[in-house]
């Protein structure tokens, strides 16, 4: 199975600040079809999780631009610039270019 | 708008059944293909199973191979998980969700505990 590994565990952050959460891959996620099936969820306190971003940097409707995703094979990034209030939970990563699909373990994100 | 209900769960003993369905509006549901992914108590996300667009091909992870059975109903657009031989282990929020790139829409999930 790929493993995906995530960092931080955790972040404090101060609204308007800006941060970023790292997820590497033990394999290349790369597809066949030459896409990447990388995404980025948000899973808000007693929420379902909520897809921001698929194929590594593609925003989901809706998701305000204050997020961006960059990386490439098996390095990847999700940015929250101008952090508010309403983006605190806990954000996982998603590969879904292997079955069985693989999450990271997850970043929580609290607001000073 | 896609919408994702889950239903079915509840408290089972260790060894016994439970099946979960997922009905699932706002999209043609036939055109997708379908998993379940679970969270347990205060743990991370785990992708259970997949279907594909017309239940022709399924995947499971192996801890739930043999015991767990994925199928759908185009027809009325809804999920099934059919959870037999119930480990205390499978306690978690179960949650279905549409395949697209990754998975781009989550139901608001069901808990199923698994205690004697």
């Known amino acids: 199975d790929v493993v995906m590994t995530q960092t931080p565990p955790s972040l404090s952050v101060a609204i308007g600040q800006s941060v970023s959460i790292s997820c590497k891959s033990s394999?290349?996620?790369?597809?066949?079809?030459?896409?990447?099936?990388l995404n980025w969820l948000l899973q808000s306190p007693g929420r379902s999780p909520k897809r921001l971003i698929y194929?590594?940097?593609k925003l989901d409707s809706g998701v305000p631009d204050r997020f961006s995703g960059s990386g490439s094979e098996k390095d990847f990034t999700l940015k929250i610039s101008r952090v508010e209030a309403e983006d605190l939970g806990v954000y996982y990563c998603?590969?879904?270019?292997?079955?069985?699909?693989?999450f990271g373990s997850g970043t929580k994100l609290e607001i000073k | 708008e896609v919408q994702l209900v889950e239903s079915g769960g509840g408290l089972v003993q260790p060894g016994r059944s439970l099946k979960l369905s997922c009905a699932a509006s706002?999209?043609?549901?036939?055109?997708?293909?379908m998993a379940w992914v679970r969270q347990a108590p205060k743990k991370g996300l785990e992708w259970v199973a997949t279907?594909?667009?017309?239940?022709?091909?399924?995947y499971y992870r192996d801890s739930v191979k043999g015991r767990f059975t994925i199928s759908r109903d185009n027809a009325k657009s809804t999920l099934y998980l059919q959870m037999d031989s119930l480990r205390s282990e499978d306690t978690a929020t179960y949650y279905c969700?549409?395949?697209?790139?990754?998975?781009?829409?989550w139901g608001q999930g069901v808990m199923v505990t698994v205690s004697s």
């Open positions: 969700a549409r395949h697209s790139t990754g998975l781009d829409y």
């Open positions: 706002g999209f043609t549901f036939s055109d997708y293909a």
């Open positions: 279907i594909i667009y017309d239940g022709s091909s399924t």
């Open positions: 394999q290349s996620l790369v597809a066949s079809d030459k896409n990447t099936y």
């Open positions: 194929q590594v940097s």
């Open positions: 998603l590969q879904g270019t292997h079955l069985p699909f693989t």
